[in-house]
């Protein structure tokens, strides 16, 4: 099931993407003033070579001057100096105003689309009980009458899931079948269970829990498809895992009850509000906090910082601000494990440092207001 924690990861994630398509454009922009300030090979008109190099010298610096200050435009004499820049920067601003939706878009879709990666995993299982049926030369009857899996292919609020995120593996059976010849059928807790004579209630259970974890989601082929198909699957899987765990464990076949899915999130509409608001702050920080990071990081600049630890203080900020129901300490120590599992070894002790000094300074500054749960002093 989702967690703040999932959903923080999601945004630095897409944060991250979009620092990286902003560099992208500003490079983009000197390429565009270097080829507009360049000699045109194929006129007929004699290049001054040397004037084109001066301007386009000039034209760079005001470009990167300009961007550095975030104005929009600049004013010069030299007309084909200032259309020159003043298109670039036309160019980087629409550009990274696009990148920015999509990303805020990509990241909701992204997250949404873990439910239907857990309605995946489990289908995939239906379909390994349905090849089991169909092999006439081994008995797979244990397998087959498998409560849990059973429970899985008579669920009808499953069979709806699966039609509403479209048939996963209709497409993909010639696939499937090289899986369960080549993985399942090779699997030696599997073959030892299809030995048992009469498996109890807590066999089928324990088997069960295997064949997702060990098998689907383990160190095999059908995890690595995953990792092919899904570029965040790392994370994913995590959450993935733990809602067939619950969905397993909740289960019980002695009460006859219809095996039920879990949700992805318990409060949606919450946890979607929490991702953009988040996300469309920490994309659109106030410069004046970019440069309360530079004056607390001692001798770096804001630039030099990794990339991910700026990002990581960034996202902290907005958070700070923009949502007073969460406690300071909640916020800083959930930013302190995203630096220890996302960024250099050094970085936790960093961030935590730099965190504190700047809630204080948030604080002092009014910037920072908590009500409700916020106005915990929990450090």
């Known amino acids: 099931m989702l967690n703040r924690r999932s959903l923080r990861i999601k945004v630095m994630q897409s944060l991250f993407a979009l620092q990286q398509c902003k560099d992208a454009n500003y490079e983009l922009c000197l390429e565009k003033i270097d080829e507009t300030l360049s000699p045109d090979l194929n006129s007929m008109e004699v290049q001054n070579k040397a004037q084109l190099a001066a301007q386009k010298k000039q034209a760079l610096q005001l ?11 600049i004013q010069n004499k ?30 909701i879709t992204e997250v949404e689309k873990i439910y239907d990666r857990y309605v995946a995993v489990l289908s995939l299982a239906i379909e390994f009980r349905q090849l089991a049926e169909a092999d006439k030369k081994v008995s797979h009857r244990n397998f087959v009458n498998n409560s849990w899996i059973k429970a899985l292919a008579e669920s009808v609020e499953l069979k709806k899931e699966i039609q509403k995120t479209g ?34 209630l807590e066999d089928q259970k324990r088997f069960s829990n295997h064949l997702f974890k060990k098998i689907i989601l383990g160190k095999t082929v059908i995890n690595e498809y995953f990792e092919e198909e899904v570029q965040r699957w790392a994370e994913d899987k995590e959450i993935v895992k733990g809602l067939v765990e619950k969905t397993i464990k909740s ?16 409060n949606w509409e919450d946890d979607r509000e929490f991702i953009e608001k988040l996300y469309s702050k920490g ?17 770096w600049e804001v630039e030099r910082l990794p990339l991910t630890d700026r990002i990581i203080l960034e996202m902290a900020i907005a958070e700070l601000i923009v949502f007073p129901n969460i406690p300071v300490k909640v916020s800083i120590n959930e930013y302190i494990e995203l630096a220890k599992n996302y960024s250099t070894p050094k970085s936790r002790q960093f961030i935590n440092g730099i965190l504190d000094v700047i809630a204080k300074e948030l604080k002092t500054t009014g910037d920072l207001k908590k009500s409700g749960r916020g106005l915990i002093d929990n450090k």
């Open 251 to 266: 289960f019980d076949p002695q009460t006859k009850t219809p095996l039920t899915l879990h949700t992805l999130s318990v």
């Open 283 to 299: 994309s659109q920080l106030d410069p004046k906090y970019k440069t309360l990071i530079a004056n607390n990081t001692r001798n």
């Open 63 to 73: 470009f990167i001057d300009a961007f550095a200050n975030e104005e929009s435009s």
């Open 78 to 107: 030299d007309l084909k100096i200032k259309k020159a820049v003043n298109e670039s920067l036309l160019f980087y601003h629409a550009q990274t105003k696009k990148d920015t939706v999509f990303f805020g878009k990509n990241l």
């Open 167 to 200: 048939k996963h593996w209709a497409e993909k059976m010639d696939r499937v079948r090289v899986w369960f010849r080549d993985v399942i059928r090779q699997d030696t807790e599997y073959l030892h269970y299809l030995d048992k004579k009469n498996p109890s």
